[in-house]
């Protein structure tokens, strides 16, 4: 049974920064592609980052340059560490996952932000100005 469960989030004042988590169950991560999301209040989900079961990292232009994103295969754990938050990056905030198709086919992010196979619960990021 796969399972995705971010946590956390936090309150923190506009400048801060917080490292998200993504623990992950049912799938071992190393192959997998796992995306990061955020729903403002009142707006539709959007991407925000992806790492692709090759490592590779992909960025929307508002994270650019503050936000990071990570795997720690060891703890089938992956990360966001968000720097420099602003108000407007208020929102819940949940991975997602694609699993590889075969072991020569992994995860992958080339349209991550229409969405994954797999989502989990979210954690709430307040940044405060």
């Known amino acids: 049974d796969v399972q995705l469960q971010a946590s956390g989030g936090g309150l923190v004042q506009a400048g801060g920064s917080l490292r998200l988590s993504c623990s992950a169950s049912?799938?071992?991560?190393?192959?997998?592609?796992i995306g990061w999301f955020r729903q403002a209040p009142g707006k539709e989900p959007e991407g925000v980052s992806c790492m692709s079961g090759w490592g590779r990292t992909y960025y929307e232009d508002f994270v650019k340059g503050r936000f990071t994103i990570s795997k720690d295969d060891a703890k089938n754990t992956a990360y966001l560490h968000l720097n420099s938050l602003k108000p407007e990056d208020t929102g819940v905030y949940y991975c997602a996952a694609e699993l590889p198709l075969s072991s020569s086919v992994l995860g992958g992010c080339s349209q991550y932000s229409a969405g994954m196979d797999y989502r989990g619960k979210g954690t709430q990021v307040t940044v405060s100005s």
């Open positions: 049912g799938f071992s991560i190393d192959e997998a592609a």
